[in-house]
């Protein structure tokens, strides 16, 4: 079984950087996918960005268009961890942010495809 822990949410101001961490226990991750999703207060949880891996091509990543060019996804599978590093944020990316992981290799953006999630950490930007 995996187990997800998010870390590094805070507040910030518009304008500022956070890296959020997901670090996994229980089972090395170095073969998932690991998602990055957001909930807004009111809203739907929805995707921002997950990165996959594969022994003969390394690493793949994908992002939603609200962050793309601003977030970066990437992987240290020494530490068995996954990092978002979020820079010019802004209040719209005000919400509780998680992290999920999948045995399916493919870049998948939808929920209900990952198999493990953490339990979220709070990211405010203020205006």
């Known amino acids: 079984q995996v187990q997800l822990v998010e870390s590094g949410g805070g507040l910030v101001q518009a304008g500022g950087s956070l890296r959020l961490s997901c670090a996994a226990s229980?089972?090395?991750?170095?073969?998932?996918?690991v998602g990055w999703f957001r909930q807004a207060p009111g809203k739907e949880r929805e995707f921002v960005s997950c990165?996959?891996?594969?022994?003969?091509?390394?690493?793949?990543?994908y992002y939603s268009d609200s962050v793309k060019g601003r977030f970066t996804i990437l992987r240290d599978n020494a530490k068995n961890t996954v990092y978002l590093q979020m820079d010019k944020l802004g209040p719209e990316d005000t919400a509780v942010y998680y992290c999920?992981?999948?045995?399916?290799?493919?870049?998948?953006?939808?929920?209900?495809?990952?198999?493990?999630w953490g339990q979220g950490t709070q990211v405010t930007v203020s205006s």
């Open positions: 990165i996959n891996w594969s022994n003969w091509s390394g690493s793949r990543t």
């Open positions: 999920a992981a999948d045995r399916n290799l493919a870049l998948i953006t939808t929920i209900s495809s990952y198999e493990h």
């Open positions: 229980g089972r090395n991750i170095n073969l998932h996918t």
